[in-house]
């Protein structure tokens, strides 16, 4: 199972980006999927997840400025961030807890990171 996100750069305070993750490989199931970030010398930090149904839980940080959205029949979750401030600033990664064969508990996967700089 491999998790490709994309979608990460350069914005200016205020602006918008899109982060997408998608799920490849051989699974029968994804359960919650989300996104985390890592800011220099801090411990990674939830951001938000969607369950398959479209559950959603979001970090505090991110509420009223992020929407987190998943299209399961592409396996891909998504990010859009809104009114970015400097302080998001950091490496965004996806997750997601994905089961290979029925019968098994799910794995926690990761994607490799995708760095959002939001200059001021």
């Not at 998943?70 to 996806?94: F, G, H, I, W």
């Not at 807890?97 to 959002?116: A, E, I, N, S």
Request: glycine share 12%.
């Amino acid at each position: 199972v491999q998790l490709q996100a994309s979608g990460g750069g350069l914005v200016p305070a205020g602006g918008s980006l899109i982060l997408s993750c998608a799920a490849s490989g051989t699974f029968v199931s994804i359960d919650d999927m989300g996104w985390y970030r890592q800011a220099l010398g801090k411990e990674r930090e939830l951001v938000a997840s969607i369950t398959p149904n479209g559950r959603i839980n979001y970090a505090d940080s991110g509420k009223g400025r992020f929407t987190i959205s998943r299209e399961n029949a592409r396996n891909t979750v998504y990010l859009q961030m809104q009114s970015l401030k400097p302080e998001d600033t950091a490496v965004y990664y996806c997750d997601a807890h994905v089961r290979v064969r029925w019968g098994r508990d799910p794995g926690h996967y990761w994607g490799q990171g995708t760095l959002v700089t939001v200059s001021s």
